[in-house]
């Protein structure tokens, strides 16, 4: 008898298809369960099991996951799944079949084409083109929904014209155009206005090279053989063919600039890499393998710079 659950929907009894026995479940529950409990699964999937073939009857052995997956099991390099769909799965059997489904007329081109029946619209269309045409047809303009809204005029911040907004936009659209955006950018978010701002750096950068940074450069990339260090790629002896890193960073950590332990080679994809989002991981081993080289840990007062000579760069060569 099936038991009575007030708080829950109706209940299907199903068999168990380890032990037989009989138990109840929902009727959403009941197109997936096989067992009746986590002990009779697990005795299943040690066991395979014995079941016949969906056309000519044939046992064959089948593991307990492919026999809960496929209903029908079919005997192995015979035509049993063949002749099977030949009578079962063929003409009005098939998912297919479009016999019975009823046939539209484009509401743009005019051409006949087979629909389902919950499709059965004032509007159809065979094909998206179509739909689209008619769009620009009859919903543009004053015919689109959201023509009516409120809306103001405001000139453009940068060539002063006339644009039609929103008012929900009023205060954030600011722009024509995206050409307008980007000149009002270039002259308001240059050098220190910008908000990546790091006092300069390129100047610096530029000084630091002619100092001696061209030499650094040179002692890195030949005590590596110009390699790359992580994914071991061999570039050309040109300064284009292969990076130089600094692991530890080159704006703030100013005395470690030229020390040749904080240059690693790196190709240019593996460069931009480790500076991006995924590989921080990698970046902050890099920065932790200078720090137990020069130190054996991280120091807390800043190391006397030590400047890459022409006289290191002879003794590598």
């Not at 015919?143 to 409120?150: A, E, I, L, S, T």
């Not at 030949?222 to 530890?248: E, S």
Request: proline share 5%; charged share 25%; hydrophobic share 30%.
């Amino acid at each position: 008898m099936e038991p009575y659950y007030p708080c829950r929907k109706k209940t299907v009894e199903i068999t168990c298809a380890w032990c037989g026995k009989g138990h109840w479940l929902t009727p959403q529950k009941a197109k997936t369960a096989r067992f009746c409990s986590r002990q009779c699964a697990g005795q299943a999937q040690k066991t395979a099991f014995m079941r016949p073939c969906a056309w000519c009857g044939t046992e064959r052995e089948v593991e307990p996951n492919y026999s809960a997956i496929r209903p029908n099991i079919f005997c192995l390099g015979t035509d049993c799944l063949k002749l099977y769909n030949q009578k079962h799965r063929a003409g009005q059997n098939s998912k297919l079949y479009k016999a019975d489904k009823p046939t539209a007329e484009c509401a743009v081109c005019g051409k006949e084409h087979v629909i389902h029946p919950h499709l059965l619209r004032k509007n159809h269309f065979c094909s998206t083109p179509c739909y689209a045409k008619w769009r620009s047809m009859n919903v543009a303009g004053e015919q689109h929904p959201n023509f009516d809204r409120d809306k103001e005029h405001k000139p453009c911040e940068i060539c002063g014209m006339d644009m039609e907004v929103l008012k929900c936009r009023g205060e954030t659209q600011r722009f024509c155009s995206r050409a307008c955006y980007g000149t009002w950018k270039s002259r308001t978010q240059v050098g220190p206005k910008h908000p990546r701002w790091k006092g300069g750096v390129v100047g610096a950068r530029r000084e630091w090279v002619r100092a001696g940074g061209r030499l650094w450069n040179a002692l890195c990339r030949r005590r590596d053989g110009h390699t790359c260090q992580l994914c071991g790629c061999v570039k050309g002896a040109g300064a284009g063919g292969i990076h130089v890193h600094h692991r530890l960073s080159w704006t703030k950590y100013e005395h470690l600039r030229s020390v040749p332990l904080n240059g690693i080679c790196l190709c240019g994809p593996c460069h931009y890499w480790v500076h991006s989002k995924d590989g921080s991981a990698t970046r902050k081993r890099l920065e932790q393998e200078v720090w137990d080289l020069l130190v054996g840990a991280k120091p807390k007062h800043r190391r006397r710079q030590v400047a890459c000579t022409k006289a290191q760069l002879r003794l590598v060569a």
